[in-house]
């Protein structure tokens, strides 16, 4: 159960696009539709805001968006906002039982 | 609006027992997956255990099996998790969270082991 491998940080600036990896393996990412990314302010609870590698929940703005390669999922935030500086973080299934969450990564609004 | 509220939470030594509660609302509770996620101060998300929906089914993250309990009560619409044996390494943000999407989130209950 080894956490999925993202970017320690990222950055950008207002109106700029950032782009997160997550990277797994054919057991996990690259094995089920189960990928999700949350978004995490200092002090809150996590929010999810893909699910099903590309799928946005209702209310979520469409600057967010995801997508995989292989192994490895990504987050894109274009349009760079002040509001969108937060810790993200992604998951997925890993067999039928076990869950993986990446290790995060801080995004900058520079 | 769905809601997850947790509790239980506190300060325990090494060795102790705690036992947190997830009640939840605005949520078809018994129809659903639940599951506790757990966040050491300033580290990452990490996935500790997940139940069915009836509670036939349960699993565990390597470490906390053994120690970790995870069940509900569907009749009262909380989500349970009876932790024994602790250590100074289970010290994190319990958080309990719907279905396989994660899709819903409580605001968390600490849990501090030391002595």
């Known amino acids: 159960q080894s956490a999925l491998t993202q970017p320690p940080s990222a950055s950008g600036s207002p109106g700029q696009s950032v782009t997160i990896s997550c990277t797994g393996t054919?057991?996990?990412?690259?094995?089920?539709?189960?990928v999700c990314w949350f978004q995490q302010h200092p002090g809150k609870a996590p929010k999810i805001i893909i699910y099903e590698v590309t799928k946005r929940p209702s209310g979520v703005p469409d600057r967010f968006s995801g997508s995989r390669s292989g192994n490895t999922a990504s987050l894109t935030v274009s349009g760079l906002q002040p509001e969108d500086e937060a810790d993200y973080y992604c998951?997925?299934?890993?067999?039928?039982?076990?869950?993986?969450f990446g290790t995060g990564t801080k995004v900058t609004v520079l | 609006e769905v809601q997850l509220v947790e509790s239980g939470g506190g300060l325990v030594q090494p060795g102790g027992s705690l036992r947190l509660s997830c009640v939840v609302s605005g949520f078809t509770f018994s129809g659903h997956w639940m599951h506790w996620v757990r966040q050491a101060p300033g580290k990452g998300l990490v996935w500790v255990s997940r139940?069915?929906?009836?509670?036939?089914?349960?699993s565990y993250a390597d470490s906390v099996e053994g120690r970790f309990t995870i069940s509900r009560d569907n009749a009262k619409r909380t989500l349970y998790l009876q932790m024994n044996s602790l250590r100074v390494e289970d010290t994190a943000v319990y958080y309990c969270?719907?279905?396989?999407?994660?899709?819903?989130w409580g605001q968390g209950t600490l849990v501090i082991v030391s002595s």
């Open positions: 969270a719907t279905r396989d999407y994660f899709d819903n």
């Open positions: 054919s057991s996990d990412v690259g094995a089920y539709n189960y």
């Open positions: 139940i069915k929906y009836d509670g036939s089914t349960t």
């Open positions: 998951s997925s299934i890993a067999g039928s039982n076990n869950f993986v």
